[in-house]
């Protein structure tokens, strides 16, 4: 027994020998993780002006106000504005009477994604009629009936972007008396 004793030691003592010899191979192995964070898109817009354009009555002059909005958006491909007004033909009205709107439609007048007032009509002093724009001076356009896109921006406005509209009217010294409107919609849309 004193043999198979010491045979059976001498063998594990070999055999530890022969492992601890052998060469240690490392063993590894990877995981992954994709975090997402999925920020919504948001849009406000608001009229930071006048309520109420009021234009003047003078039949010597171009009568002109302007109101201003701000849309602000975190939308990475920025938005869309729109305008549209009340009256079917973009005139101002007061019952059966109106002012008719100029003659030039925003329909394509809009370039590198904006309004170009170069290509708007003039307004004469002297002779009734109405349209807006987006610079203090230059032609002007009717209100469109349906929403048309005026403006278009292609990044986010995180601290808002304003754009003011501008009113013009011209009177003539035959107009009948009335309060004239037509109310103006501004819609802001995000581009996708």
Same mark, same amino acid.
């Not at 063993?27 to 234009?55: H, M, Q, Y």
């Given at each position: 027994?004193?043999i198979?004793t010491?045979?059976?030691?001498s063998?594990?003592?070999?055999?530890?020998?022969?492992?601890?010899?052998?060469?240690?191979?490392?063993?590894?192995?990877?995981?992954?993780?994709e975090?997402?964070l999925?920020?919504?898109?948001?849009l406000t817009?608001?009229?930071?002006?006048s309520?109420?354009?009021n234009?003047g009555?003078?039949?010597?002059?171009?009568?002109?106000?302007?109101t201003?909005?701000q849309?602000?958006?975190?939308?990475?491909?920025?938005?869309?504005l729109?305008?549209?007004?009340?009256?079917a033909?973009?005139s101002?009205s007061?019952?059966?009477?109106?002012?008719p709107?100029?003659?030039t439609?925003?329909?394509g007048?809009? +370039?590198?994604?904006?309004? !170009?007032? $170069?290509?708007?009509?003039?307004i004469?002093?002297? @002779?009734?009629? %109405? *349209?807006?724009? =987006?610079a203090?001076s230059?032609?002007?356009?009717?209100v469109?009936?349906s929403? +048309?896109v005026?403006?278009? !921006?292609? $990044?986010p406005?995180a601290?808002?972007?304003t754009? @003011?509209v501008? %009113? *013009?009217a011209g =009177?003539?010294?035959?107009?009948?008396?009335?309060?004239?409107?037509?109310l103006v +919609?501004?819609t802001?849309? !995000?581009?996708?």
């Amino acid at each position: 027994m004193k043999i198979i004793t010491k045979s059976l030691l001498s063998m594990a003592a070999i055999a530890v020998i022969a492992v601890s010899a052998l060469p240690l191979t490392a063993f590894a192995d990877t995981a992954t993780v994709e975090v997402k964070l999925n920020v919504g898109s948001s849009l406000t817009i608001s009229n930071t002006g006048s309520a109420d354009v009021n234009l003047g009555t003078s039949t010597g002059a171009v009568n002109t106000g302007s109101t201003t909005f701000q849309v602000t958006t975190n939308n990475a491909a920025g938005y869309n504005l729109s305008i549209s007004g009340s009256t079917a033909d973009g005139s101002l009205s007061s019952g059966a009477n109106s002012i008719p709107a100029v003659a030039t439609a925003v329909s394509g007048n809009v +370039t590198s994604g904006n309004l !170009t007032t $170069a290509s708007g009509a003039t307004i004469t002093p002297g @002779t009734s009629t %109405f *349209g807006f724009n =987006l610079a203090s001076s230059g032609g002007y356009f009717a209100v469109p009936s349906s929403a +048309t896109v005026i403006k278009t !921006t292609s $990044a986010p406005a995180a601290s808002g972007d304003t754009t @003011t509209v501008y %009113f *013009g009217a011209g =009177l003539s010294a035959s107009q009948a008396s009335g309060n004239y409107s037509n109310l103006v +919609t501004m819609t802001a849309v !995000t581009n996708t």
